[in-house]
């Protein structure tokens, strides 16, 4: 069963950076496709940047130019870098991966998500 941890959350100052990473565990398993949501209380969760097994990226509007997402694929790790952060980037960020487990034979498609981490922003 392929598992996900976030880390990388916290307290940053209006301007700052933070980087968030989502690391992938199991005993078989290739990663494909990995996006980062937030989701404010109440609202829907969104998507702020994905990125392929290919590297292709992609971004939500309002984090372009200032958010960056990366992969290390040795280490099933996916990261996401925040600079010039603002206030209204302070969210719940949340990973989700897709892929293939080859635990069973003949192997399963997976979507997981990991348990968020939470971001605050300073003004």
């Known amino acids: 069963q392929v598992q996900l941890v976030e880390s990388g959350g916290g307290l940053a100052q209006a301007g700052g950076s933070l980087r968030l990473s989502c690391a992938a565990s199991?005993?078989?398993?290739?990663?494909?496709?990995v996006g980062w949501y937030r989701q404010a209380p109440g609202k829907q969760r969104e998507l702020v940047a994905a990125?392929?097994?290919?590297?292709?990226?992609s971004f939500a509007d309002s984090v372009k130019g200032r958010f960056t997402i990366s992969r290390d694929n040795a280490k099933n790790t996916v990261y996401l870098q925040m600079n010039s952060l603002k206030p209204e980037d302070a969210d719940v960020y949340y990973c989700?991966?897709?892929?293939?487990?080859?635990?069973?034979?003949?192997?399963?498609?997976?979507?997981?998500w990991g348990q968020g981490t939470l971001v605050t922003v300073s003004s």
């Open positions: 990125i392929t097994s290919g590297g292709s990226t």
């Open positions: 989700k991966a897709e892929g293939r487990d080859y635990t069973t034979s003949g192997g399963q498609d997976f979507e997981v």
């Open positions: 199991g005993r078989f398993f290739a990663m494909n496709a």
